[in-house]
């Protein structure tokens, strides 16, 4: 629902701006289903286009017979002045005020504050934005409004089962305030009863309510983590303790491979809101390598997910990854060398993987040996049972290799006599696509 500010209290605002102009304030999500008792956030968002700001003052009202407002945590990163950060849970009166002494001023979206709600009622209500006397809702520039309109928020409580739990993340003392998507299946597949990224709170924790009764499978992931899941009967409330999600998913596709370790060697040393800064600390250094290394080659939990992990893809790209074996017949108990070339040509790579299947009735796998290329060894087995060689390899710095080079030399020994037509073939599954 799309409000517009006005000066009579209790009256639908009727003030009229011209749109795509101005700062549009807005409660998040629009619409949303929560449990009965159930805790969850509500983010409030400035959404100002090309509009820069210097002030911006948000009074929310929520209805207490159905919200009670727990916390409000303001977002400086734009507006890093609190001028007002109060709430009355009695009344239902959130009173927010942020502003900038300098330039540069924001512009564009951004976060405004979260806000900790709690259901106390079943039924449907509303978050809106009150615009009368010393509480109006407004936006500033130079001492002139830039406000456009509000979005306001309705919020459906409902009966039902409720989950409530925590997160752990691999590398970080805590999870506060970590964006996490939730999903809720029915166990053997079927529409998803929940599916929303959510805040955690400061305690690192969740809550999902209003969900239906019965055995489910709950999915939970981070952008930069692979995903954990859990098999549920549910019932009433019920207290949820997820395994430990695991860092290294540049990417966010559910698999920690050569593409994320290059999406880090991209990003090496540099600071800010990174998709490699697996640990939060604001910088990718030796760290966030270490988590990545960690768990490369591992993918994410499938129960409940709304997607499979998934690898880069179809190759589109100019450099080749080939074997080097030469047409000849070996003699049982012959060993022998097969080296893995990438041809680069002019491309700089900053990592390479190769995962090649062999017939383990036909061959053994002696020894793996990397190449001098890259510095970085990231993963080296082989199971001769299955027929598999697991190899990646990277730099985090320059000097990148390019043209013709060996990538590893396997070293295999004949278990039968070897046709000429016994092949060694690259693997494109999951969690072991051969690519660079």
């Avoid at 009579?8 to 009965?36: D, E, K, Q, W």
């Avoid at 009695?90 to 976060?111: D, E, H, M, R, V």
Wanted: charged content about 10%; hydrophobic content about 40%; overall charge negative.
């Amino acid at each position: 629902m799309t409000t517009t500010r006005t000066n009579t209290p209790n009256a639908t605002p009727t003030r009229t701006n011209t749109p795509g102009i101005g700062c549009v304030i807005a409660a998040l999500p629009a619409n949303t289903t929560v449990g009965l008792n159930q805790t969850f956030t509500i983010t409030l968002e400035a959404r100002c286009g090309s509009q820069t700001v210097d002030s911006i003052s948000v009074y929310p009202n929520v209805v207490p017979t159905f919200l009670t407002i727990e916390s409000v945590t303001p977002n400086n990163g734009s507006l890093n002045t609190t001028l007002e950060n109060s709430f009355n849970a009695a009344t239902g009166q959130i009173n927010l005020s942020l502003g900038k002494l300098g330039a540069p001023y924001p512009s564009g979206t951004f976060t405004l504050a979260t806000v900790q709600l709690q259901a106390v009622a079943a039924g449907s209500t509303s978050i809106s934005f009150n615009f009368s006397g010393a509480r109006t809702t407004d936006a500033y520039m130079s001492g002139a409004s830039v406000f456009n309109s509000a979005q306001n928020a309705t919020v459906n409580i409902t009966t039902g089962a409720t989950v409530n739990g925590t997160i752990t993340m691999q590398g970080r003392a805590n999870a506060a305030n970590q964006p996490i998507r939730f999903r809720v299946e029915p166990q053997g597949g079927g529409t998803a009863a929940y599916d929303q990224t959510v805040n955690l709170n400061a305690s690192s924790a969740f809550s999902m309510g209003g969900l239906p009764t019965g055995a489910h499978d709950v999915w939970a992931k981070h952008a930069r983590y692979l995903s954990v899941c859990q098999a549920l009967t549910l019932s009433g409330t019920h207290t949820l303790t997820l395994a430990q999600m695991r860092a290294g998913d540049a990417s966010n596709n559910d698999i920690v491979n050569i593409q994320d370790f290059s999406l880090l060697a991209s990003q090496f040393g540099q600071s800010g809101n990174l998709p490699s800064d697996f640990n939060g600390d604001g910088i990718v250094n030796i760290a966030d390598f270490s988590l990545l290394a960690s768990n490369f080659g591992q993918s994410g939990c499938t129960a409940g997910a709304p997607f499979a992990p998934s690898e880069v893809v179809s190759p589109t790209g100019s450099v080749a990854l080939y074997v080097h074996l030469a047409n000849r017949t070996m003699m049982v108990n012959d060993v022998f060398d097969v080296p893995m070339i990438v041809m680069a040509g002019a491309q700089t790579l900053d990592g390479a993987a190769a995962y090649p299947n062999f017939d383990p009735t036909k061959l053994e796998v002696v020894s793996v040996t990397p190449g001098i290329a890259f510095s970085q060894i990231l993963q080296n087995s082989f199971d001769n049972t299955t027929g598999q060689i697991n190899f990646a390899a990277g730099t985090l710095s320059a000097p990148y290799p390019s043209g013709s080079f060996t990538l590893l030399t396997v070293r295999f020994r004949a278990l039968a006599v070897v046709p000429a037509s016994t092949a060694v073939t690259f693997s494109t599954a999951v969690a072991q696509q051969s690519d660079v």
